[in-house]
């Protein structure tokens, strides 16, 4: 079998042939405990780069693939390593392998190596040394779960020796996120504020500080810590106050996309004497079937999203009673909460970037205070870029109209728009995917996504609940990122029987509860197109944007202007721009859409320096 490659490799030379050699592979099955035995090292990595070469020692071609380590199982590792095995494609040579695991980018492998005889590492079955994990909506089958848990309990999660492996450092070839903390999957989190650009709030707990240092201190280190992480990344924050949590902040899972940081350790979340703080975030949602990341989506990598981030302090360690550490540990754990991983966990680091590092896992104190090292902003721009953001959108609810045999075909009704939005104002294009179909039918036309119900009554669902009777996911790319997924949610099925056989897509419970009859024949003005109350707005547009059809004074109006604050009438969880122009012929929009939970909209953040300015209110169709 080499003879012939060889001389399949002779004649690709000479004749520039493309060729195939295959090797073909037989193991014998090991258990488990057999496999991690036979091992040198064993490890959970994300596949992160891939190179081939030919060896000059036997001829053959090799795939080198790096992968980031996500769990060390045993041995120890370098934070990529490199595993080769034979096969792949050098020119016009093509070598193909049964030993070789075929791993592509991206991928979840759990690993089984042993050194060849040339030093380098490679599975120690083959292909049936590189088991590749498969996470459905952050999840592994129970069989892979089952798989991962017995190879943590035989190597004592890490524990047990192994070869040291670190001369096997490996690359990447892709933009996979690397120094990140892994949430399952080798995926990692991030708060989608700066895709708005708006801030993550804060909130600190100062009830009790380390010995010496006065509050004023303790928020100004606070202060600074936060702004070494925006001076390189898109990242903002906002200080809401000082709050006592009443128990420890890595506790507290609230999906309100703050930060919450504690400056002491009065709940005792931190055992280890040595441990000077944590930090961490709670992440909410998971992938959809479609691989979409509720995160977003970064320069090809999914994203978790961050719901909560938390900081909690150890106060009563006299290292932080210097001011200088003290601030360095703030720096550091705030890395953490907004998605950092060590840079190394190696006492004996000999990487200067990765030692010198704010995520370094143990203290300089030498004074920096809250600077980071050379390898910080670029790990940390994996999620937070600072030139192209990733675009974003809102949710949209759907109040859904039936009517037998067919549903109303009326523009407004049973149909909602998405928009999608850019800091950059890049050209963004959109998709929509994993539909339900429970109660009836999505379908899109450009960006309206429209829901053809079956014939039923459904009561309302409180959109803050979350509930629903069918979802669709929809999301916005600009060629190189891609927003956070939204969904179009049915809360409410509201048949319309009046006037028959075709109903003129309000419902028969509103009509009564306004006019005290379903037929709009009964009464003046009842009619989808009239005007009961005068006030220019009809009777199906009165229903659309959630006004009262009998009462003058409700219209979406807008009530408040002032330089800092526009109110106006709203519909509850609709979707509404603020436009401002300053000659009424070029608007352009003033500030970012809202969703109000209430029936008072309320725009604020914006910008009125001109002498004078008009307003606009759109509600997104």
Same mark, same amino acid.
């Given at each position: ?22 090797? @073909?592979?037989?193991? /014998? ?56 095995? $034979?096969?792949? &494609? ?98 990692? @989190? ?108 970064? #320069?090809?990598?999914? *994203? ?11 106060? &009563? ?23 950092? @991983? ?15 590092? /704010?995520?370094?896992?143990? /203290?300089? #104190? ?10 910080? $902003? ?6 937070? $870029? ?91 790319? !600009? ?35 306004? *006019?005290?009859?379903?037929?709009? &024949? ?8 009239? !005007? ?39 519909? #509850? ?19 970012? $859409? /809202? ?10 953040? *914006? ?15």
């Amino acid at each position: 079998m080499i003879i012939t490659y060889r001389l399949a490799m002779l004649l690709a030379s000479a004749l520039v042939l493309f060729t195939q050699s295959v090797f @073909a592979s037989s193991i /014998i099955p090991l258990s488990t405990a057999e496999h991690v035995a036979a091992s040198a090292a064993v490890f959970r990595g994300v596949v992160v780069g891939q190179d081939c070469y030919r060896d000059a020692a036997d001829g053959l071609i090799y795939t080198r693939t790096s992968l980031r380590v996500v769990e060390s199982l045993k041995g120890t590792f370098p934070r990529t390593v490199a595993v080769s095995h $034979p096969g792949g &494609t050098v020119g016009e040579v093509t070598l193909y392998s049964g030993l070789s695991p075929m791993m592509k980018q991206g991928e979840v492998r759990l690993m089984f190596i042993v050194r060849r005889p040339d030093g380098k590492l490679t599975g120690t079955q083959g292909s049936a040394s590189a088991m590749r994990l498969e996470y459905v909506n952050g999840q592994l089958s129970n069989d892979q779960q089952s798989l991962l848990d017995e190879v943590r309990s035989l190597t004592h999660s890490g524990q047990i020796p192994g070869e040291d492996v670190r001369d096997q450092t490996g690359f990447a070839t892709s933009d996979l996120t690397t120094g990140l903390t892994d949430r399952g999957g080798g995926i990692a @989190a991030r708060f989608v504020q700066a895709d708005r650009g708006e801030p993550i709030p804060y909130l600190i707990d100062a009830d009790h500080l380390p010995a010496g240092i006065t509050l004023s201190q303790a928020t100004n280190a606070v202060a600074q810590a936060l702004s070494a992480w925006t001076a390189v990344t898109s990242l903002k924050f906002s200080f809401e106050g000082i709050q006592s949590f009443g128990v420890s902040a890595d506790s507290i899972s609230t999906s309100d996309e703050k930060l919450r940081i504690q400056l002491h350790d009065d709940y005792n979340a931190i055992t280890a004497t040595s441990t000077l703080g944590i930090g961490g975030q709670y992440t909410s949602a998971t992938l959809t079937g479609a691989g979409w990341g509720a995160g977003g989506n970064v #320069a090809g990598n999914e *994203f978790y999203k961050s719901s909560c981030g938390f900081v909690v302090l150890e106060r &009563t360690n006299t290292t932080m009673q210097n001011l200088a550490s003290f601030t360095e540990v703030l720096c550091h754990e705030i890395g953490h909460a907004i998605g950092m @991983a060590h840079s190394s966990s190696n006492p004996s680091e000999p990487s200067i970037p990765l030692k010198q590092s /704010i995520m370094y896992f143990q /203290i300089h #104190a030498d004074g920096r205070g809250a600077s980071l090292g050379t390898y910080d $902003p670029p790990v940390i721009r994996q999620a937070y $870029p600072i030139t192209n953001t990733p675009p974003y959108s809102y949710n949209r609810y759907m109040d859904i109209t039936t009517d037998s045999p067919t549903p109303p075909n009326i523009a407004g009704i049973n149909e909602v728009g998405f928009r999608g939005y850019d800091l950059q104002n890049n050209t963004l294009t959109y998709a929509i995917t994993n539909g339900t179909s429970g109660n009836g039918t999505f379908s899109s036309v450009g960006e309206l996504v429209k829901f053809a119900p079956g014939y039923i009554s459904a009561p309302r669902f409180d959109p803050a609940t979350g509930t629903y009777y069918d979802r669709i996911f929809v999301r916005y790319s !600009d060629g190189t990122n891609a927003s956070a997924y939204v969904t179009a949610s049915v809360i409410s099925m509201n048949v319309d029987t009046s006037p028959s056989p075709t109903g003129d897509g309000i419902p028969d419970a509103w009509m009564l509860t306004h *006019f005290g009859n379903i037929n709009p &024949t009964v009464g003046a003005n009842h009619g989808a197109s009239q !005007d009961a109350d005068g006030d220019k707005l009809s009777n199906l547009n009165e229903y659309r944007t959630g006004m009262t059809p009998t009462d003058s004074t409700s219209g979406q109006f807008i009530t408040v202007v002032n330089k800092t604050n526009i109110q106006f009438q709203a519909k #509850a969880y609709e979707l509404y721009e603020l436009h401002a122009s300053t000659n009424l012929i070029n608007w352009t929009r003033a500030v970012n $859409p /809202i969703v109000p939970t209430t029936s008072t909209g309320s725009f604020t953040g *914006f910008t009125n320096t001109a002498p004078h300015m008009f307003f606009r209110v759109e509600k997104v169709r």
